[in-house]
Every structure is written in C-alpha cells, then in structure tokens.
C-alpha cells in the first residue's frame, strides 16, 4: 500500500494537502492509499476530504511506499520511525527546502533556494516538469487559449486560511474598475464568512469545489494570485497573473517565475501598494499583446503532466521494491 503524509494549516496554507489529494486522486485506482497526518489542522483537511486515515500503530504493522510532503520534518519526531517501517520513501520538496534522505526526491520548482548535494543511491527530478498539479490542468495547458482585446474577467485566488478583508479589498478596486470576478474561498474559512462575503458582492461568483478551478484560470483573462501552487496553475493554463507573496519563500518563487517572463510582482501581499496594484490591472486590462506574450510562456513552463510522471515513476518503483 501507499501512505501520503503532508502537512498544511493556518502557518503555511493547504497546498501541500491539496497535492496530496491530487497524487491520492491518480494513484487511488492502482494501489491502495491511505492518508497519515499528526497536526490537528491536517487531519481535519483529511476528515472533511473524506479520505482513509491510518494511526502510527497501522502504520507499525504494515510495509508501505511512504510519500512525505512535509514543509518542516524536523517538528515531526516520529518520521525517522516510520520510515523504518515504509520499503520505499518518495519526498517532495519546494526549492530544495526541507531535504530529508529519502529514495527519490520530487521538487518540481524553477529554481532551488537550497541546492541539493546529489547522493548515487538518489533518485533526482527536479524543475517545472515535475511540478505536481491537478490532472485537468494539462487538458487546459494543451487547449489554445482566446485572449481577448480587451480583459474582463478576473479570477482571484489567495490561498487556503486566507485574510478575507484583504480578499475585500482587492474584490472593491477590481468591481469599481468594471471587471467580472472570480474568487476561490480557500479551506480554512467558516460558511458565516462566506454568505457575509456574498452578500457584500453579490456579483462576484465564489469557487469552493477545487475541481472546477482549472477552469476558472483558463477562462480568466488574468489571475490576482498569492501562494506557490497557484503560480504554476497560473503558468500551467496560460493565465497571465499579478503574483504577491507572503513570505521570502514565495517572493523567491515569484522572482524566479519573472526572471523567465511570466507575471507580474504585486508585492509583499499584506502591504501592497495601492497605486502600483492600480497601474498593474489597467495594463492588463488594456494590453491585449502583453496578456498573449505571458500567456504563451506559462504553457511552456509549466506543461502540468508533472502528477503522470509521478505515477509512472511510483509504479516503477512499487514494482521494484516488492
């Protein structure tokens, strides 16, 4: 069996709990998966997922190919053990952040904040094509994308646990502007927050089910972004996109995505600077040549077959070990 281990909450949002469930979502008609978490916050994500969740004693007496995704090992005592138990361990990195030995290592980012030191016995992929997405993301990457003249809809994501009364704020200058909105309401948030939310913007239509959210960026004519999975989705569907940070991890992905000519820097998310997010949003509105020159060189970064490699790599190496 395959055990995935991530972590995720209030501290560093729900991406590595929602990669979880896109590598459960693939690998679940092959193998038998189960999910394993020791914060609270995760196995709530996990219990509402309605996934299987194994205890340290099932994983004790069982052999199983041990996914982490663990954005600080080092809180978790209990990893050394468990891994005695596991005949294989695949760990997925961000930025080379985090490195625990293990058999084979996923890090599917631009560039590596912490290089890594190449041991023989390692198996190594690394850079955007391994980049671990939604599987409908590479139907959207394939499909021609229609840039219209003029921008009109804008889709807004701000990752899980997010600040709503910033998530207001950007939703108040982009409705006053004449934009469509969308917006993705991340985990993290009650339904009080969100009807409250609703009914101060009754237009603007809000997501909730992550599987309709490729398609939102695809029919987006650019994206208001904060997080590091949501670049590469971004980049993945051909949506160009005003990327903010949160911290210097993500500023560090945020310049690597604009050193390759895709984005734009909103700045650091909780002191953006009006005038400069104002000056963004008019251009992108207006310039139908700069939307299509970063629409095309997201698909070429990010091509989201990043999640097939894995599983082809997972069954491989399944194979082998057994």
Do not use: C
């Amino acid at each position: 069996m395959i055990v995935l281990w991530s972590e995720g909450g209030s501290r560093i949002g729900s991406g590595h709990l929602n990669r979880s469930l896109s590598i459960y979502n693939i690998l679940k008609g092959e193998f038998p998966v189960y999910f394993y978490a020791e914060d609270s916050e995760s196995l709530e994500f996990y219990e509402k997922a309605g996934v299987r969740i194994l205890d340290y004693n099932d994983l004790k007496n069982n052999r199983f190919f041990l996914i982490t995704d663990l954005r600080f090992p080092e809180e978790h005592t209990s990893l050394s053990d468990i891994k005695k138990f596991a005949f294989a361990h695949l760990s997925i990195n961000d930025m080379g952040l985090s490195q625990i030995d293990s058999d084979i290592v996923f890090d599917g980012h631009l560039k590596t904040l912490i290089p890594y030191d190449k041991k023989e016995e390692v198996k190594y992929f690394l850079g955007p094509r391994y980049f671990l997405l939604k599987t409908k993301f590479r139907h959207f990457n394939k499909a021609r994308k229609k840039i219209k003249r003029r921008a009109k809809k804008v889709y807004v994501s701000l990752g899980g646990w997010f600040d709503v009364d910033i998530l207001r704020d950007f939703v108040e200058i982009l409705l006053k502007e004449g934009f469509s909105v969308v917006a993705s309401w991340g985990f993290g948030k009650t339904n009080r927050e969100r009807r409250l939310f609703k009914k101060s913007f009754p237009s603007v239509h809000i997501v909730v089910n992550g599987s309709y959210i490729p398609r939102k960026y695809y029919e987006a004519d650019f994206a208001i972004l904060s997080g590091g999975i949501s670049f590469y989705e971004a980049a993945s569907t051909g949506t160009p996109s005003i990327l903010f940070y949160k911290d210097e991890y993500q500023k560090f992905t945020v310049e690597s995505f604009l050193e390759r000519g895709f984005g734009f820097s909103g700045g650091y998310l909780f002191d953006f600077d009006i005038n400069h997010f104002l000056e963004l949003i008019v251009k992108l509105k207006y310039d139908f040549s700069l939307r299509e020159q970063h629409s095309q060189t997201g698909k070429k970064l990010v091509d989201g077959l990043g999640l097939l490699r894995l599983k082809n790599i997972v069954r491989e190496e399944y194979r082998r070990f057994l």
